[in-house]
């Protein structure tokens, strides 16, 4: 589904002296000069159970724009605006939900805004909820998760709730739901009407697989030179293959197969049927080298030339070593988010 999403157009002067005159203005003013620096124009609109959207208003000089002289940047996410949380029952249609958050802005402030023809996207999260039925088994996969690297980017594991790898044109974040949930938004619905216990006994095994879509990523996907990414240009099957792409590099998975084979016992007998026993042997340990210290630690430890063709012939066995154990852990927990039913 689509969570937050950041959108911006052109607009006039009228309209933005109408937004401006209801907002929080911030000066940065130079009184040697007696000259403002910049100002930063923003308002917040109130959702469901104390959601958010984020209205600012700025100079077009920003995106560029020159015909009308002003830009206006609406951001927020519509599911929790409308229902107050973002775990399930969501949208992926990204018109209809732009279209909803033009128009409370519009109902907010009694103006009209450009149709959306003439919008374009900043920012759009694809985030995907799984559930793996309870928490023991949401941990065991977060923390089965803690040496999984990504090419230029410095991942921080937080034991038993997330692992978040930030970058210039994405940022991925796999978390625990239900300790996310209580911890950013558990006291947004106290004393209200919202069924609290419920909504925790339903996340209670939920994980979820967040990416945030930056521009930049956007502009390389369509090769474009011009700065801007037009909402009608977009729609949730690229979005979504964005997401994907980027998890399967971030969790050693290969695309167009996803019929590959989990855990030591499995590996071993995989790697049996396709070796002989002697190479068989070597790949095992090779494998649970990787299970038992990481990819970073076992490169150190080979040459590079055995370390890569090891890596290639697992993955021609349909070996998944995105994951790593830890001695002190009875079990790890398997599943495959590529081939798994999103919560609905």
Known sequence: MIDTIKIYTEIDKETYDRIKSVSIVKNS??????????EIVNDHLKGSYDSNLSVRIDSGIKYRFVNKGYCI???????????????HNGYCDLIFISENLIQMVELAYNIKLPCISSWFLQRCDVAICYDLKNQDNVKSYI??????????RK?????????????TTTTLKIYNKLLEFRKHDLKKFVNTDFNLEQYINTINGFIRFECEIKKKMLLKLFNNKFNHIKLL????DILKKVWSDEFMKLLQFIK?????????EKVFKRLQEIYKPNKANLLYNFYCAIQLNGLADVKKNYS???????????????????QS????????FYFNPFKSKEVA
């Open 304 to 322: 590079s030339s055995t370390y890569y063709r090891n890596i290639k012939e697992l993955k021609k066995s349909k070996v998944y070593f995105g």
């Open 256 to 264: 167009n197969d996803l019929d590959i084979v989990y855990g030591r």
């Open 73 to 87: 940047e609406i951001e927020g996410s519509y599911h929790k605006i409308v229902n107050g949380y973002n775990s």
């Open 143 to 152: 923390n089965s998760l803690s040496r999984c690297s990504y090419p230029r």
């Open 325 to 332: 154990y830890k001695i002190q852990e009875n079990k790890i």
């Open 155 to 167: 991942a921080k594991f937080f034991y038993d709730e997330s692992i978040y790898l930030s970058g």
């Open 29 to 38: 003013i130079d009184y040697n000069s007696n000259t403002i620096l910049y």
């Open 233 to 236: 240009d977009l729609n949730y």
